[in-house]
């Protein structure tokens, strides 16, 4: 055995040629955003820099970029982390049924929730409007991740808290919570990120911040200095969440030591306060799915601008699919050496190649379009407005939630199977697709659920890359939508919603079923 733990060894201290090689490409890619936002920056000079960073419109931007941000985590915070004990804690009649359905505003994507509030009434198109609408679309995001760690941690510390005499609410800080910390500080540091990127719902809600002014500053004025000065405020704001999201990761939980050791859960009843339970749930369920939903089927029976579309929804569902699967499996491949680099060989390039993609992840679709664009032109023409620059603008937006998402399955295997391989004769590449691959398979699965229903969401980057002739029902969405034409809208937002529930199945389901297995 020895010899075996001597090769792990090396092999964590030497990584492979071609995991190297394989590393540097979306490396590369994340790398362009950065060089064009510099370089467009430094155009405008130290006066231009000056008059952009300081002028009132900027302090504007900035103070409603925090608002948004500040306003939509806490919140989504909140209600992630009530609905995660409820359905895994309480006695809530129908757990089992809200466990799933409290998961399902995910296939609602953020802009026909905007879409949908918005058409109703237009005292929706407001920052409160903003943050009760984003947050009912958000908070899944914090559910997820708090229900599969409560799935995991050991009740025994609860029970040990009532045995001392505290109260329910006392025994949820100071025995649960701290547990739950790590997977509540990553789903609202997502939430976070998230906001500093939405463009669409805020367009259509008339919020201003510094997404829309730099998607204004390109589409409105072709100001793309202004549009990389904007960027880079916006960068500095994503850099804490960044460090913090990549700290939170290294935070180890507190969980079960054994499944033999760990005490059985026991359901705390809700008693009095269950119909009041129960009515908010049905409240959530109502305002983050029914009036959505409700007003899509709504403008698909009534309106004035219905059918004028109806031409274009096959060619709109093609797009989606093809493209949101061929970017969730490009996006897919570019993150496994990204995740094993981190895993198996720990260094500064190691630490690098992993924290780079997060720097930029809460950069809007616009500017990486913009940096694709610029340096395509100027670098490999040929590229320009082809489908393979527009699946690069999704490796790089997407990037950190692939790693996310198979970082788990990658830790689990052990880096010991890959010297027996090598040791019988298979080279490294042979040895990661014969022995590795097959078992971090799940990570990938929840990988691709995942950058599949992002990148069909996705509006931006596809505005202003998608080939001559290509449309996705996102796009088609916003087209109508911007226009007012509600009804003409409702069939591609309905599809989108109809599409997006099977990757968000999917990956619920694995997301739950990795809290059983912790």
Not at 108 to 120: E, G, L, N, T
Not at 362 to 384: D, K, N, W
Request: glycine share 6%; charged share 10%.
């Amino acid at each position: 055995m020895n010899w075996i733990k001597a090769s792990a060894r090396h092999a964590r201290a030497t990584p492979s040629p071609w995991i190297i090689a394989a590393t540097l490409v979306p490396v590369a890619l994340v790398m362009m955003p950065l060089i064009y936002v510099t370089l467009r920056a430094a155009q405008a000079g130290l006066g231009g820099i000056g008059e952009e960073l300081f002028r009132g419109r900027t302090y504007t931007l900035l103070a409603n970029t925090l608002i948004l941000a500040t306003g939509v985590t806490v919140a989504a915070s909140l209600i992630g982390v009530a609905v995660a004990w409820c359905v895994e804690r309480s006695d809530l009649s129908g757990r089992h049924l809200w466990r799933v359905a409290a998961s399902l505003p995910l296939a609602v994507p953020a802009f026909v929730s905007s879409y949908a509030w918005s058409s109703i009434d237009i005292s929706f198109q407001s920052m409160p409007g903003a943050i009760l609408i984003l947050s009912l679309s958000s908070y899944p995001l914090v559910y997820l991740p708090v229900a599969a760690a409560l799935r995991s941690t050991d009740p025994g510390f609860e029970d040990v808290s009532r045995s001392l005499g505290n109260g329910p609410w006392r025994t949820f800080f100071r025995a649960l919570l701290p547990q739950l910390l790590p997977a509540l500080g990553s789903g609202a540091l997502l939430v976070l990120t998230h906001m500093f990127a939405e463009f669409g719902a805020l367009a259509l809600l008339r919020v201003q911040t510094f997404t829309t002014a730099i998607f204004q500053s390109y589409e409105l004025q072709f100001d793309s200095a202004s549009a990389a000065l904007q960027s880079l405020v916006l960068m500095a704001l994503c850099l804490p969440a960044a460090y913090a999201e990549m700290r939170m990761r290294g935070v180890k939980r507190v969980t079960r030591v054994g499944r033999g050791s760990a005490r059985r859960v026991t359901t705390v009843p809700l008693r009095r306060a269950a119909p009041v339970v129960l009515v908010f749930f049905i409240l959530l369920g109502v305002l983050g799915l029914g009036v959505p939903l409700g007003t899509l089927a709504y403008w698909l029976l009534h309106g004035s601008s219905g059918g004028l579309g109806y031409s274009e929804i096959l060619p709109a569902l093609m797009d989606t699919v093809v493209y949101g699967l061929s970017g969730a499996v490009l996006t897919s491949i570019l993150a496994i050496p990204l995740v094993l680099l981190a895993v198996r060989h720990r260094g500064r390039l190691s630490a690098f190649a992993e924290r780079l993609p997060y720097i930029v992840h809460g950069l809007p679709g616009v500017v990486v379009a913009l940096a694709l664009v610029f340096l395509s032109i100027r670098l490999v023409p040929a590229i320009y407005q082809s489908s393979l620059l527009l699946l690069c603008a999704y490796a790089i937006l997407f990037l950190p939630l692939a790693q996310s998402s198979l970082r788990a399955s990658v830790e689990l295997v052990s880096p010991q199977i890959e010297p027996i391989a090598r040791s019988l004769g298979r080279r490294p590449l042979q040895a990661f697709i014969s022995v590795v691959l097959p078992n971090i398979a799940p990570g990938i699965g929840a990988a691709l659920a995942l950058m599949m229903l992002e990148i069909m969401r996705e509006l931006t980057a596809t505005l202003m890359l998608a080939p001559t002739g290509v449309s996705t029902l996102a796009t088609q969405v916003w087209s109508y939508t911007y226009d007012a034409e509600y009804a003409a809208a409702a069939p591609f937002a309905a599809l989108l919603v109809l599409i997006s529930i099977i990757p968000v199945w999917f990956f619920t389901r694995r997301m739950l079923h990795y809290g059983e297995t912790l």
